[in-house]
């Protein structure tokens, strides 16, 4: 049974920054790709970041590119989403998920970008 975790949400001003992590349960070499995901409140689920496992190439959402970086530590079987200059339309629940043959997502986070 693969368990996603997420953390790191929370409360941050306009400019700030925040860092989440999300930890399998297993090895992340199990994936061919993990990601984070946002929802706002009203709003369809959507693409943040996206790694490949093997060979660590990424995406970024048109929103986010330059802000924020997706990153992998194999040792700690982590994925990690560092998120700078954030803006209140950051705001939203972000999800970790992870790929191969199946979906596999995390609770969710919490991030909330305001004065």
């Known amino acids: 049974q693969v368990q996603l975790v997420e953390s790191g949400g929370g409360l941050v001003q306009p400019g700030g920054s925040l860092r989440l992590s999300c930890a399998a349960s297993?090895?992340?070499?199990?994936?061919?790709?993990m990601a984070w995901y946002r929802q706002a409140p009203g709003k369809q689920r959507e693409l943040v970041a996206r790694?490949?496992?093997?060979?660590?190439?990424?995406y970024y959402a048109d929103s986010v590119k330059g802000r924020f970086t997706i990153s992998r530590d194999n040792a700690k079987n982590t994925v990690s989403l560092q998120m700078n200059s954030l803006k209140p339309d950051d705001t939203a629940v972000y999800y970790c998920?992870?790929?191969?043959?199946?979906?596999?997502w995390g609770q969710g986070t919490q991030v909330t970008v305001s004065p």
């Open positions: 297993g090895s992340i070499f199990s994936f061919n790709s």
């Open positions: 998920g992870a790929f191969k043959y199946s979906a596999y």
């Open positions: 790694i490949i496992i093997d060979g660590g190439s990424t």
